[in-house]
């Protein structure tokens, strides 16, 4: 049976206290031994090959570090190794495409299966915030249509209700700012009162508002891109203080796929739609299928291999309209 929204959240009268948070990457992971207790990890990718990263390397020494500690281990991203975990109950994982955001997948049921926990490892995005809060609410949204607005911003497809629109600007803003990230987490463990919880709503909202520099940077920085055998390619130089996400979307708009260059690393991104797999198309292992980073040494393989990939999407379609089959 489905409890409604405000039957679940009626046994959360009072803010749950806050578990030991850690904020994480999976490229970075910190040594075990350092978190608390009965470990969750949330939207927590396992590391993909590539840009001195690996499974073997980062993410299976942190497994077997927490060992018997770790209670669950959720995440939607795509990667090869999910199968060897497909007989462990404390691993609920999937690909971008059975769940397009994290916080769908921490359930009510999920949380109290697992039983008690001492610190939740979070990414350090909207979409793993979103789940941290989640589970310390016992698997109850923040507010009605949380998820949905998590999934919108993590793909980058439809458009987030005005709570979710302002926490991804201010993170985006402040990407690398734990007290704003603790401070997230707070409103919504508490219900995302804007009213009642002016003073973090004030917080975040003040955060939110340093992105505008960024993304007008992002905006100039995005006239300069170059159409390259169908895809948006830009050399980002020593360029500083502008929006990523912003700048790869900018290219979208010209090309189905954008590329910037940048500290010795190539930054791809496409639709969440398109249909292509860059975790494939680069042996990556694991990943977000429609944005990846590579080694700037591989430039002529990705390009030469988009290139490809673009023309295949091209002539696909042309078959499709002629056979009245697309669109």
Known sequence: MTVGYASAVGKLSNPPPLPHLRFVTPRV???????????????????????????????????????????????HHDHERH?????????VLSTKAEHGACPEMVT????????PIDTVAVHLDLDGLYSGAKWVREGIEPYPGADDDARAVD??????????????????????????????IQFLVA??????????WSEI????????????????????????????YLDLGGARGFDKTEL????????????LRGSGSLTIAADYTSGLDFVKMFH??????????????????????????????????????????FG
């Open 29 to 75: 992971l910190p040594p075990a031994a350092q978190l608390e207790g009965r470990v969750v990890v949330l939207d927590v990718a396992f590391a993909a090959e590539g840009g001195g990263s690996s499974f073997e390397g980062v993410t299976l020494p942190f497994i077997n570090g927490l060992a018997g500690r770790l209670g669950a281990w959720v995440d």
């Open 83 to 91: 199968v060897d975990y497909a007989g462990d109950p404390r691993f």
């Open 108 to 115: 009510p049921e999920l949380v109290a299966r697992t039983g």
């Open 155 to 184: 793909t980058r497809r439809g458009t987030p209700g005005p709570i979710a629109e302002r926490i991804d600007r201010a993170l985006r803003a402040r990407f690398r700012d734990e007290t704003l990230k603790i401070r997230v």
């Open 191 to 200: 219900g995302a009162d804007r009213k009642r919880h002016d003073t973090l």
């Open 205 to 232: 909202d003040a955060a939110a508002r340093e992105i505008d520099p960024l993304l007008d940077e992002a905006r100039r920085l995005g006239t300069k891109y170059e159409i390259r055998d169908g895809i948006a």
């Open 248 to 259: 790869l979307l900018i290219g979208q708009e010209r090309a189905p796929v954008s590329v």
């Open 284 to 325: 990556l292992g694991g990943g977000m299928p429609t944005r990846v980073t590579v080694p700037e040494a591989r430039m002529t393989e990705v390009m030469e291999k988009l290139a490809a990939a673009v023309q295949q999407r091209r002539d696909d379609r042309s078959r499709q309209a002629a056979e009245g089959g």
